[in-house]
C-alpha cells in the first residue's frame, strides 16, 4: 500500500478563515515533509524478518488483535518536528500493519486511532488529525478494496466533523462487500462511553419492557456494545512503552492476552507484529483453568 503526498506552495492565505479550513492542517502537515526521508523508520533485513513469520504457528493466530497506536508525538519531538508530523508517519504503519495481518490470515484488526479524551489536545492538532484521517481514508479505498479489507468504525460518530463523517459513510459502504480482514478504526472513542450509552440503553429497553431485568446476561451487555458483531479481543498491543490500556476495550479485553512494546508508533512495522504474536503463541491461556486442565484436554 503506497500513499504519495507532496507539498506544494501554501494554496490557502493567512486569514482567520483560510486557517480554520481542515486542508489547511493538511498543509502544515505537508509542509514538514521536507527532510521526512531521513527519518524512515530502518526495518529488519528481509530474511530476518521472514524467519520470524516462519515461526509463526498460523493455527494459532489471535483471532482479533487491538492496537493502541502510541507515541507519534513523542516520535515527531524526537526529531525536532512539530506532533502532526508524528502523526503522518504513524499513517504508514497503519498501512504496514493491516497488510501484515492480511497475509497472515488475521481476521480482525482494531486500531485505537482517536479517544474522547482526544478532543481535549490543542485545537491545531485535533484538525490535522481530522484532515489527516480524511485525505488518507479518501486515498486508501481503492487499496482497501484491491486488498479485499473491509472497514468498520466505532465510536461516538456524532463528536466527528460533518466532513469527516461524510468520508468515512462513503468509505464504510464502498468496503462493505470486502470479505478478508476486518480493519476497525476506534474514532471518538472510549470504553467508559461505551458501556454509559450500554447500560442507559438497556435501561430503556427494561423500561419499555423488551427486556426482563432478571435475564440479563454478560451477552445481553455485549449487544449493546459498539462491537456486538465482532469477537473480543485475544491480543492487545500498546506502542510506545506506556503500561496502561487507556480506556480503550474495557469490557472486550477481559481475557487478552497484553504486549507492550517501547517502539515508538511511525517505527512500528511487520517484524515488530510478528514478534508480538510468537510472543502470544509462547503463553499458555488458562482461562481460570489450571495448565494440567488444558493438557487432559
Request: net charge negative; with cysteine; glycine share 6%.
Amino acid at each position: 500500500m503506497v500513499l504519495v503526498l507532496r507539498p506544494k506552495q501554501n494554496p490557502f492565505t493567512k486569514n482567520a478563515a483560510a486557517s480554520k479550513h481542515p486542508k489547511y492542517y493538511l498543509y502544515i502537515i505537508l509542509s514538514t515533509l521536507k527532510n521526512s526521508f531521513s527519518y524512515l523508520c530502518h526495518p529488519k533485513p528481509a530474511l530476518e524478518m521472514q524467519d520470524l513469520k516462519e515461526k509463526i504457528d498460523l493455527t494459532r493466530l489471535p483471532r482479533h488483535i487491538a492496537i493502541i497506536m502510541d507515541g507519534n508525538g513523542r516520535w515527531a519531538k524526537e526529531k525536532g518536528e512539530d506532533r502532526l508530523f508524528g502523526h503522518f508517519h504513524g499513517v504508514e504503519s497503519v498501512r504496514n500493519i493491516a497488510e501484515g495481518c492480511a497475509e497472515l490470515g488475521v481476521e480482525y484488526l482494531t486500531l485505537y486511532a482517536f479517544s474522547t479524551e482526544n478532543w481535549n489536545r490543542p485545537k491545531n492538532e485535533v484538525n490535522g488529525l481530522m484532515a489527516l484521517l480524511v485525505d488518507t481514508i479518501h486515498k486508501e479505498v481503492e487499496t482497501l478494496n484491491k486488498n479485499n479489507i473491509r472497514l468498520h468504525v466505532i465510536g461516538d460518530m456524532d463528536m466527528l466533523p460533518h466532513f469527516a463523517c461524510e468520508e468515512l459513510n462513503e468509505a464504510l459502504e464502498m468496503t462493505s462487500r470486502n470479505t478478508g480482514l476486518n480493519l476497525v478504526m476506534a474514532l471518538s472513542y472510549s470504553s467508559r462511553w461505551e458501556l454509559v450509552n450500554a447500560v442507559r440503553n438497556i435501561g430503556v429497553d427494561v423500561k419499555d419492557g423488551k427486556i426482563d431485568p432478571e435475564t440479563i446476561t454478560h451477552e445481553t451487555v455485549e449487544k449493546y456494545l459498539c462491537t456486538s458483531n465482532l469477537p473480543d479481543p485475544e491480543l492487545m498491543i500498546r506502542t510506545s512503552g506506556e503500561y496502561r490500556i487507556s480506556n480503550f476495550l474495557l469490557y472486550q479485553l477481559a481475557y487478552a492476552e497484553l504486549y507492550f512494546t517501547a517502539t515508538r508508533w511511525p517505527d512500528f512495522r511487520k517484524d515488530n507484529l510478528y514478534e508480538a504474536i510468537l510472543d502470544f503463541q509462547g503463553r499458555e491461556r488458562r482461562f481460570g483453568k489450571i495448565s494440567e486442565q488444558l493438557q487432559a484436554g
